[in-house]
């Protein structure tokens, strides 16, 4: 087995960083801080409006419409995002609407409070995505949208999907909530199907001070609705932009507006997308090539990354043989000052999953896959030295085995 890291022949200078790491915890995330938020959130709370669509929500809004080269309206989470496309599609109760299990609960509830049944699909143990030979089985007439989830930022197989919405007259809507900035043969992830929607969380690469998302529109036909059901069903923007005298309610709708506070903090992360890209990726490849020896030996799994995907580093998992092995991986990780989780219990063996859904076909990698997978602390601004420290406790751990 690999020799620990921090054995003694180490320099001194390695040892005392490890005693300093050791008597704190690293934690599994930490929002992304750049040094520039600070400015932009107090230049947003002096100004004259801190609500919706202000200062800031329009350069973020900018930004992203020009990385996109589509409509983005920003919202106050990615929740909200996918609410929005339920209502965009008109989806209602006896629709049908296919997606992974593995998956966070706003994916299916976005579509169930619409009425609409959720039909769960079989996963791909390569990528933690769902199957795409598995969805043409689960169309029915009462289908009405399927709904990709971009595991870890990595693009499911979107033109197999898109043609399948294609050939079956169905809607795309993309859950790239850990996807912004990854790519699928070139396109941002999120602006493949009709609707895509991103998340500003903290745990995300980018935040907006915790909560916040994106609609991102690329089917044109749904940009004006979306503007009035965002704008709590009135045509409030287009009275702004003096397109008309005065607004009214015209739509359903709610405040989905993320405020320009939000959007500040925001705005300092996007204003250092690129410093935070290089950062994360270079730790998620250090974790990759450093775990490598585990892999070979067969004793852990690690990220599988397609051809064709670029992915944006949002999270490095590996993954074990067994769910015990899983437990006390994440006990003794623990036990160690380091804090990893696990991911996602599938929808479907939930209660809520079996009352609004059902799995379609057999579950043969979902709730597998799913109980093997270890998430490692993965941040922008980890260190070099805190990373030495987990995976040299990884090694450890699968010493006493």
Known sequence: MKKNIFSLNQKKTSLTVSKDIIEKMIPFNKPPYTGDEDKYVLQSVKSSKISGDGYFTKKCQYWLEKECNSKVLLTTSCTHALEMAAILL????GDE???PSY???STANAFVLRGAKIIF?????DTMNIDENKIESAITSKTKAIVPVHYAGVSCEMDKIMAL???YNLYVVEDAAQAVM??????KLGTIGHIGTYSFHETKNYTSAGEGGALVINDLKFINRAEIIREKGTNRSQFFRNMIDKYSWVDIGSSYLMNDVSAAFLWGNLNNADKINENRLASWLKYKSDLKELEE???????TIPHDCIPNSHLFYIKVKTLPLRTKLISYLKSNNILATFHYVPLHSSIAGKKFGLMKNKDNHTTTESEKLVRLPMYY???SYEQDYIIDKIYSFFDLQ
């Open 90 to 93: 008109e989806i209602k109760k």
């Open 182 to 187: 990854s790519k699928y043969k070139g396109k």
């Open 297 to 303: 030996k067969e004793i852990i799994q690690l990220p």
């Open 165 to 167: 919405a294609t050939k």
């Open 97 to 99: 609407v296919i997606m």
């Open 103 to 105: 998956t966070f609960v």
């Open 381 to 383: 601004g980890i260190s």
């Open 121 to 125: 699909v079989d996963i791909r143990p």
